[in-house]
């Protein structure tokens, strides 16, 4: 499992380690250093496995939406454009 520095949202995420009910290892880590643990890698294949591929319901609403002549709305359109239009040139940066 890897656990990692709070989410950019603030919140606080749970220790790993106090969830699956392990005992730390002997070493000290500082605190917000990844951790790696491989003894569930089995599980979490065999649950990555169990899920479909394609779902259809979202593949459902990906077709509804594409045939809908009013998404996505002009406003979103008009950020977005506004957003990609005063974003800085990377290549022009080239040093």
Known sequence: MISSTPSSDGSIRPDPLSLSGQKPSGRALRPGADQLSLDKVQV???ALSAQ???RPEVVARGRALAADPSWPPVEVMKQVSKMILQSP??????S
Do not use: G, K, S
């Open 52 to 54: 479909p591929e394609i």
């Open 44 to 46: 979490l294949r065999a």
């Open 89 to 94: 040139d990377l290549t022009e940066d080239v």
